[in-house]
């Protein structure tokens, strides 16, 4: 439906922010404002994937850590810096 896709395009407009800014600060309200709509209404399409908007950024950058341990040199504190784990 119409609805639908709309809704999925905004959606991926607070996935493109976890992608390009998960190293920062994000809160839920960043993300729902990322995606032009409220935060229960945020949460709500998320939980089709059976995740919060928080959990899938954690998981995300979780992910991304891995990644970097596996293919890169840097140290475990560097990538956890890099990550966002440590301010």
Do not use: Q, W
Request: charged content about 20%; overall charge positive.
């Amino acid at each position: 439906s119409k609805v639908k896709t709309i809704s999925n395009i905004k959606i991926l407009k607070s996935i493109n922010l976890i992608e390009t800014s998960y190293s920062s600060y994000i809160t839920l309200d960043d993300l729902s404002k990322a995606a032009g709509m409220s935060s229960k209404y945020l949460c709500r399409f998320f939980k089709d994937d059976k995740k919060t908007p928080i959990e899938y950024l954690n998981h995300y950058t979780v992910e991304i850590a891995c990644h970097k341990l596996t293919t890169t040199n840097l140290s475990i504190t560097d990538i956890a810096f890099g990550c966002g784990f440590m301010t």
